[in-house]
């Protein structure tokens, strides 16, 4: 079955920098891949829909400067936590859908997860 | 905008017992549904996933059913195990994933 990856699965940071989260499609290309986050007991949240070769496409109240999304390949899909602060601490999940996909957002694979702790 | 609730949020049984977990969801024009496990810590595990002409799928002791009409589906696991621990979450397919707050489930040994 299709597997999608993440890299680094657990990062902590100092508040201010920048974090970079990769989310890879391995054994098949993945034309959108999508961010999810959740919070400690809540449920994974959309971010954002990333397209290959085109902008990333936001939920609502999601900042795009501070969550800046890269869909560079078929396979590959970053996010990069720009100045992060504590509140930004959360389990960060991209999932990949496969271009045989239908009109549906079925088909999605998701990765194991992300964990940001920001100090 | 699609919202979707599980309940209960959490359940503790002993094992060997039948439980059932449910889903809502407000609106009805759905593609699919698809129900997840999450172990603490890690990502998702797709359990099963109906497609909305469908009304139930099964998968060895999970059985999942979907009704459209009312915006309900429910997750029945047959003779639960510890291993079954874990936390559940429903998601209702439509042009995004649409997911709910899950149901946090404790097999006692």
């Known amino acids: 079955g299709a597997v999608v990856s993440q890299h680094p699965s657990r990062v902590i940071c100092k508040s201010g920098t920048s974090v970079k989260i990769e989310c890879r499609s391995l054994?098949?290309?993945?034309?959108?891949m999508f961010w999810y986050r959740q919070f400690p007991k809540q449920s994974l949240m959309l971010m954002a829909t990333?397209?290959?070769?085109?902008?990333?496409?936001?939920e609502q109240g999601v900042e795009k400067d501070k969550f800046l999304i890269n869909h560079a390949s078929l396979t590959l899909s970053t996010l990069t936590v720009t100045s992060a602060h504590p509140e930004d601490s959360s389990f960060y999940i991209c999932?990949?859908?496969?271009?045989?996909?239908?009109?549906?957002?079925?088909?999605?694979?998701f990765g194991p997860g992300t964990r940001l702790t920001v100090l | 905008k699609q919202e979707v609730t599980q309940i209960p949020a959490a359940l503790s049984v002993p094992e060997g017992e039948n439980l059932v977990l449910n889903c809502s969801f407000t609106d009805s024009a759905i593609y699919n549904l698809q129900w997840f496990r999450q172990d603490p810590g890690k990502g998702l595990t797709s359990l099963l996933l109906?497609?909305?002409?469908?009304r139930e799928q099964t998968s060895g002791r999970l059985n999942a059913s979907l009704d459209k009409s009312s915006g309900r589906s429910t997750l029945y696991i047959a003779a639960s195990q510890p291993g079954d621990s874990a936390t559940y979450l429903c998601a209702v397919i439509g042009n995004q994933f649409y997911f709910g707050t899950g149901t946090s489930l404790t097999v006692i040994p």
């Open positions: 990333s397209n290959e070769g085109s902008k990333a496409t936001y």
């Open positions: 999932s990949a859908k496969t271009p045989f996909a239908g009109a549906g957002a079925d088909t999605q694979y």
């Open positions: 109906i497609q909305s002409s469908q």
């Open positions: 054994d098949f290309q993945a034309t959108t």
